[in-house]
């Protein structure tokens, strides 16, 4: 097909030094920001090291055997979970409902996807500080909400009050929550493009094979964009175990109240960069990685059986 | 056999034209109650915004009155000018910087990411796949594994005075990696590339040109609406980034936006809720404005990336 004018083997050849050329700088950049970096956090990680002056001293698998035994360690281990699994599911679920109804003839789509997408974009800090505003417990209100609403003098006299949101122990991660899902149109254009993608004649051929509204999302959306589903997942659970931002704009980096949000990486920046405990804070690097490596080949490994791929080839690479 | 489907066929038939039917009053049907649940669900959305409008305009005694006005009494719009204005926090000098990092790694993006995508979508060579899975495994790789190091290393750049840059305290460190491309930019370039035909090459190469030149004066500027999501995507990052500043930035005058707004609060113990929102509102607008001026781009980036991925 190709119309060659050199012989094969000196233009492959040429080809070749031209690929190495082109691709040469992320080489380059991947030595010395990646995998140099990788290296040295994993040698890191057995030593004592301030970071500051003087070198790092070898101490063995010391900084891992102190946090098994450091209960901030472990908190911090679960709060990062107890997180994901709240909102990466309910992300989810919010996103692929609201794709699903933007899916359906509705008019103006473009100015609602616009408007869902509109709080994704706003800066981390100023959509923390926001919500730290909306969530105050005296002040805020959506407080203020819950009580002329439901409050004991409210609308319905339910007697509830609203919880001290950030404040309060139990609803410190709920409220996390709360915020990560103001931003759930991001995950929604993502799904609105894979369900544009779904082929209609499938739609056609299982609604004269008689299936409803649900059969057919059941059988054959769901099926066909189990892949992006998949992908979301991944990255979401990737993605909430890393949060730091909103957690260092809201507590300083203390976890308050007691430690309740004190979120994995938090905790990692504050010995590293606060107390220059710079191995201690490798090896914890390196345990998050060693939990999101193992999480992501879990999900592709249950996923086998739930995810569908149209090519087995993929054609991806 | 044959004959007992062809009995059993005939009534379905008919029944299937008036299920039909009846199928489209249930598509008008919901239609209408999915733009219902859209209207709700964007009020609720929104709500939070206007309230920071609102909360922006109004005086410290009223931002916390009770029951709360809706609409400000009596705007404040000198508010603005207290909270950006400040000799205390510097807003201008803020966004001049958040402006120098964002741009400059947004162009260094573009270019690195640009020219390392070619190779890994047009040009062929043993190993290849291999590379790009490891392009595609440093997506998944969490930032902290190599913050510690690259923190120390910058350091030390800083300390031998590594051609003549500051390392430290500045935003060089936070620019130089991105020189050397991004793996998500590098995969959604490499995505649109494959999509151009390969005749480009062949009729390149029959008129002398090099894979340089081919790259350059074709392929770039084929991929221009690539490249504009690559830009709008990359500046709406950088934009808003908070941990590298966080690491790197230790003067008040070499704050971006992000850390100058998150210290803005600090002073005042949280409570003067009103100038926080005036500020807040300030550093949401410039991103406002170029999502709605480049959408198209911005969409098309996230779409190409996340379901091809």
């Known amino acids: 097909m190709a119309v060659r004018i050199l012989p094969q083997g000196t233009a492959a050849r040429r080809e070749m030094a031209w690929f190495w050329f082109f691709v040469g700088p992320w080489v380059f950049g991947f030595f010395v920001f990646t995998l140099g970096p990788i290296l040295a956090s994993a040698y890191l990680s057995f030593t004592r090291y301030n970071g500051l002056r003087g070198n790092p001293r070898w101490i063995g698998f010391d900084n891992y055997t102190n946090l098994m035994d450091n209960p901030i360690f472990w908190k911090s281990l679960q709060v990062s979970a107890y997180y994901t699994v709240l909102s990466v599911p309910l992300g989810i679920f919010f996103s692929l409902m609201l794709a699903l109804t933007l899916n359906q003839r509705v008019p103006f789509l473009g100015v609602f996807r616009t408007l869902f997408y509109l709080p994704s974009i706003m800066p981390a800090v100023a959509a923390t500080l926001l919500f730290v505003w909306l969530l105050n417990p005296q002040f805020g209100i959506l407080n203020y909400f819950i009580r002329t609403l439901i409050g004991p003098e409210g609308l319905i006299p339910l007697g509830v009050n609203g919880p001290n949101w950030l404040q309060d122990q139990r609803w410190v991660i709920p409220s996390f929550t709360l915020i990560s899902l103001w931003g759930f149109g991001g995950g929604m254009l993502i799904y609105l493009s894979a369900l544009q993608g779904v082929p209609t004649h499938l739609y056609e051929a299982a609604t004269i094979d008689g299936a409803g509204y649900i059969k057919r999302f059941w059988h054959v959306t769901l099926p066909m964009i189990s892949p992006v589903i998949l992908f979301t997942t991944i990255t979401g659970v990737i993605g909430s175990f890393q949060v730091f931002t909103q957690a260092w704009v809201i507590n300083g980096g203390t976890g308050a109240p007691n430690y309740q949000s004190m979120f994995y990486v938090l905790y990692l920046f504050v010995n590293a960069f606060r107390r220059n405990r710079m191995g201690v804070a490798a090896a914890q690097a390196w345990v998050l990685f060693l939990v999101v490596l193992v999480l992501t080949v879990f999900f592709l490994w249950a996923s086998r059986r739930f995810v569908y791929y149209e090519s087995e080839s993929g054609g991806r690479f | ?309």
């Open chain 2, 1 to 309: 056999m044959a004959g007992i489907s062809s009995t059993q066929q005939y009534p379905q038939r008919t029944g299937l034209r008036a299920s039909l039917r009846n199928q489209k009053y249930q598509e008008r049907a919901l239609s209408i109650f999915c733009t219902v649940l859209l209207i709700v669900g964007a009020l609720i959305i929104l709500f939070p915004i206007g309230w920071m409008i609102s909360t922006s305009l109004k005086t410290r005694f009223e931002a916390v009155q009770f029951p709360p006005t809706w609409i400000p009494l009596n705007p404040q719009w000198h508010n603005y000018r207290d909270a950006l204005l400040n000799p205390a926090n510097p807003f201008p000098r803020y966004f001049y910087n958040t402006m120098y990092y964002s741009l400059s790694v947004m162009v260094a993006e573009m270019v690195s990411c640009a020219f390392i995508a070619y190779g890994f979508a047009r040009l062929r060579a043993p190993g290849k796949d291999a590379l790009f899975l490891l392009v595609l495994a440093t997506l998944m790789l969490p930032a902290q594994v190599t913050l510690i190091p690259q923190y120390i290393l910058f350091t030390k750049l800083n300390g031998i005075n590594f051609l003549g840059l500051d390392w430290i305290n500045s935003y060089t460190p936070l620019i130089v990696p991105h020189l050397f491309g991004s793996s998500y930019l590098i995969f959604l370039l490499r995505q649109f590339y494959r999509g151009l035909p390969r005749d480009y090459e062949e009729a390149g190469l029959i008129d002398g040109a090099n894979y340089f030149g081919i790259w350059w004066r074709i392929i770039l500027p084929l991929s221009l609406p690539a490249l504009g999501a690559v830009a709008i995507l990359s500046f709406m990052y950088h934009y808003q980034d908070f941990l590298g500043p966080l690491i790197y930035i230790n003067e008040n005058v070499k704050y971006p936006l992000s850390l100058g707004l998150q210290q803005f609060r600090a002073p005042f113990g949280g409570t003067v809720y009103h100038l926080l929102m005036a500020a807040s509102l300030a550093v949401v607008i410039p991103p406002i404005i170029v999502f709605f001026l480049a959408q198209r781009f911005f969409i098309q980036g996230i779409v190409v990336s996340g379901v091809k991925g």
